[in-house]
């Protein structure tokens, strides 16, 4: 029995993040709130996103949590200490994005949403990135740097950052593709636009090192 009400409120939890994501991915992290989401979740307490999460911030870190569990055992198929050179480091850490995108009915949004709050000014959230993101981005940057021995570590440090959140953005941008500011964008497949964004950062982590 406690294992059916604990497997039931692990249900609820999931259903209540399913729902954030959607909803923060149409209408932005500010425009929808904890109530609207417990609503559209099915839920008819209306304290439950409380009682789950505390706050917005906590709501986040959930998300966050959610995408990085999914990630991490994707990366752990293909551990980056153990690329063998630049280009197919960055190219799997693309495809492990893309692979959420396009394998998770919840992943595309997830990756918007991540979007969403990588263009937050707020410290909070910002803390909720890289409490959650920094083992995988000092992993790139750790790699890298074996790479580039004699690159002063700040620079590469700001290339990984710039990388990141490149990967991020343009994973987010895939489903607008054909509706960009310089016309329809077109690809035979999905790993082709892998493969273009990855020989992009490629290029801008080593330009000039």
């Known amino acids: 029995m406690l294992m059916q009400i604990l497997g039931g409120k692990e249900d609820i939890r999931e259903k209540l993040i399913l729902s954030a994501i959607s909803l923060y991915a149409q209408k932005g992290i500010d425009g929808v709130s904890l109530r609207e989401i417990g609503v559209s979740s099915g839920a008819k307490n209306s304290g439950v996103?409380?009682?789950?999460?505390?706050?917005?911030?906590?709501?986040?870190?959930?998300?966050?949590?959610?995408i990085?569990?999914?990630?991490?055992?994707?990366?752990?198929?293909?551990?980056?200490?153990?690329?063998?050179?630049?280009?197919?480091?960055?190219?799997?850490t693309v495809k492990n994005i893309a692979t959420i995108v396009n394998v998770y009915d919840w992943g595309e949004d997830a990756v918007e949403v991540m979007s969403r709050m990588l263009m937050e000014t707020s410290t909070d959230i910002r803390n909720i990135i890289n409490r959650y993101f920094s083992e995988h981005s000092v992993q790139l940057y750790q790699r890298i740097s074996t790479f580039y021995p004699d690159v002063e570590p700040n620079k590469i440090k700001l290339r990984v950052l710039l990388a990141l959140d490149c990967i991020i953005h343009g994973m987010s941008e895939s489903k607008s593709l054909s509706n960009s500011p310089v016309g329809k964008?077109?690809?035979?497949?999905?790993?082709?636009?892998v493969d273009q964004l990855?020989?992009?950062i490629v290029g801008g982590i080593t330009y000039k090192l």
């Open 49 to 66: 996103m409380q009682y789950h999460f505390g706050s917005k911030l906590g709501l986040l870190g959930a998300i966050m949590e959610k």
């Open 198 to 200: 990855s020989d992009f």
């Open 68 to 92: 990085v569990q999914h990630l991490s055992l994707l990366k752990a198929q293909n551990p980056p200490q153990e690329a063998e050179d630049i280009d197919s480091l960055v190219k799997q």
């Open 185 to 193: 964008i077109s690809f035979y497949n999905k790993q082709e636009l």
